[in-house]
């Protein structure tokens, strides 16, 4: 990974340092150089999200150049920014309410998940800009044909970051299958945040953890946008257990469901967006709390 933006800047500071006032002075200058970079406010630097395809990824810190003029940022910003090469940022517009419009190309025809995940990455990065109203990510195909237009604020996913200590540890609701394996049961525990993981993430692990579908299964990304928690799981998730196919899916969409800010679950198996659960269960559309499993 490349040194981050501000680090080039301060050492281009110290050559000059060393030019006006002479090598005698090189402890000095290193202790300044330090002490300037501290003193600089978290509000001028912008961490610069992006996707690997899975997973939101947190890349290098950049330092606002001209961190009063809203415009000036965005330019930055763009021109800094690192997004996936198949997915190329065409153009950008601000406007004078701090709304922000880019056109991306989308080269390799990506699927739902992978647009989304890209599309959180970018609405993260841009959202540190003080003051960004909205965000308007229009979405076209090589051949210029619009793909998707969706406008999103800066609290459209949420986010986690494992560096924010207060969030490591969550007192969460699950629903899990009861001692006769015929009903869902309602228990609250403390779960905590590992490496990172969302909320959504702790609860799937857990339940996974329980038993409720095989702990072969992989959580291959789980992120929300607009109060819908979207799941790809591995293909694993279809293999038959100890509990009934609606037992297992509604532990997890229950679960999920009961919690802050998620109103819908949209489950993915490898990515694919119109399966079918074990073969029994409709799994295309959005699914909402069931409650009638719980004892």
């Not at 060393?18 to 509000?43: H, V």
């Not at 607009?226 to 037992?247: A, H, P, R, T, W």
């Not at 997890?252 to 659960?277: A, H, M, P, Q, W």
């Amino acid at each position: 990974m490349k040194k981050k933006k501000w680090s080039r800047i301060a050492a281009v500071g110290a050559v000059l340092f060393i030019l006006a006032f002479g090598a005698a002075c090189g402890d000095d200058k290193k202790n300044t150089e330090k002490n300037d970079i501290s003193d600089i406010s978290r509000d001028n630097i912008v961490t610069l999200y992006h996707s690997d395809g899975r997973e939101i990824v947190k890349g290098d810190d950049y330092l606002l150049k001209q961190p009063d003029s809203f415009n000036a940022s965005v330019e930055e910003i763009v021109n800094a920014l690192k997004t996936d090469e198949s997915f190329r940022i065409l153009s950008f517009e601000p406007d004078e309410y701090s709304n922000i419009t880019l056109v991306i190309t989308d080269v390799t025809e990506h699927n739902a998940e992978e647009t989304l995940l890209e599309e959180a990455a970018l609405v993260n990065t841009f959202s540190q800009i003080n003051g960004m109203a909205r965000m308007t990510i229009i979405i076209q195909k090589e051949n210029g044909e619009e793909k998707e237009k969706n406008v999103f604020t800066k609290d459209s996913f949420l986010y986690y970051d494992s560096a924010d200590e207060y969030m490591n540890e969550s007192e969460l609701t699950f629903y899990i299958p009861n001692e006769s394996g015929k009903k869902l049961k309602r228990v609250i525990s403390k779960v905590t945040l590992e490496n990172g993981d969302s909320p959504e993430m702790a609860m799937l692990k857990y339940l996974r953890d329980e038993g409720v579908f095989s702990d072969d299964t992989e959580i291959i990304s789980v992120f929300t946008r607009g109060g819908v928690c979207y799941i790809n799981f591995s293909n694993d998730i279809q293999k038959e257990g100890k509990y009934s196919d609606e037992l297992v899916l509604y532990s997890i969409v229950d679960s999920l469901t009961n919690t802050k800010g998620i109103n819908y679950v949209r489950i993915y198996i490898d990515g694919d967006e119109s399966g079918v659960f074990r073969g029994s269960l409709d799994i295309s559309g959005m699914l909402i709390f069931e409650g009638g499993l719980i004892e």
